[in-house]
């Protein structure tokens, strides 16, 4: 069995909290971490994250702590993905770039920006429900970091 992981950003910028929207035409939009697959070329896991935030929001980040990892088994593949707890240091996203961003039939990838509250997160529709328990489970003690 293949295993593939995936690195991951729950994001504070400020005071605010940032997810990915993702948005099809004819289909709900949802919101997720900021992240993707880790690639051969990145060296580790923090690596790839780095590169991630970059191509998806444009964004620097600074130091990453390891908060949640979620295994999703399939059939032929095994997913992994490691979620990160960081700060944005600065975000431009003019800055954005990458297959997601420069291919139109990828559909919507935008940062969203909300309040670390229960109301403010459970309103975005996070996905994977594993990731979006985890988030609802932690917010509170965020906000007060």
């Keep these: 069995m293949k295993v593939r992981h995936k ?7 400020g005071s605010r909290l940032v997810f990915l929207r993702r948005g099809w035409p004819g289909c709900l939009p949802y919101c997720t971490a900021v992240g993707g697959s880790v690639e051969p070329e990145d060296a580790d896991l923090e690596a790839a994250l780095r590169r991630e935030v970059m191509e998806e929001i444009g964004a620097t980040i600074g130091p990453v702590t390891e908060v949640f990892t979620l295994t999703e088994p399939g059939g032929t593949t095994t997913v992994v993905q490691h979620y990160f707890l960081a700060d944005v240091l600065d975000m431009d ?30 309103a975005l529709n996070l996905q994977p429900a594993e990731f979006a328990r985890f988030v609802l489970d932690h917010v509170t003690a965020w906000d007060a970091r």
């Design 7 to 13: 690195a991951r950003a729950i994001l504070f910028d």
């Design 93 to 122: 996203l003019g800055r954005r770039h990458g297959p997601e961003i420069d291919d139109p039939d990828t559909g919507v990838h935008e940062p969203v920006r909300v309040a670390p509250d229960i109301p403010a997160v459970s």
